[in-house]
């Protein structure tokens, strides 16, 4: 999968406005541990909430990028205050369908 589209960040949003947040980062930022705990979440989910303390010594731009880049196939789909929504399909049987991209 390459960008997602705007419908289809909007979808995930949506489905992850009921999620509490999984994954802390705390004040050493985005360490092979946090990238650990975030490889850990997606072999049982699809959409998590990462949250940033107030100790992290990154934007939350900044980390969401770190992450997504770390990681394959994980897309940012928004950040909000010191928290950040990250998507990753299943590989293999994904559950969450996506409205399709237009064209």
């Given at each position: 999968m390459t960008n997602l589209t705007s419908k289809q960040r909007a979808h995930l949003r949506k489905l992850a406005h009921r999620l509490k947040p999984l994954v802390l980062v705390g004040g050493e930022g985005v360490t092979p541990a946090v990238?650990?705990?975030?490889?850990?979440?997606?072999?049982?989910?699809?959409?998590?909430?990462?949250?940033?303390?107030?100790?992290a010594p990154l934007d939350v731009r900044d980390a969401a990028k770190a992450v997504a880049d770390a990681l394959d196939d994980v897309h940012p789909v928004?950040?909000?205050g010191r928290t950040i929504v990250l998507y990753r399909p299943h590989p293999d049987d994904p559950e969450i369908v996506l409205p399709r991209p237009a064209g």
């Amino acid at each position: 999968m390459t960008n997602l589209t705007s419908k289809q960040r909007a979808h995930l949003r949506k489905l992850a406005h009921r999620l509490k947040p999984l994954v802390l980062v705390g004040g050493e930022g985005v360490t092979p541990a946090v990238l650990s705990s975030v490889r850990e979440a997606f072999n049982t989910r699809e959409l998590l909430k990462v949250k940033l303390q107030e100790s992290a010594p990154l934007d939350v731009r900044d980390a969401a990028k770190a992450v997504a880049d770390a990681l394959d196939d994980v897309h940012p789909v928004q950040t909000i205050g010191r928290t950040i929504v990250l998507y990753r399909p299943h590989p293999d049987d994904p559950e969450i369908v996506l409205p399709r991209p237009a064209g």
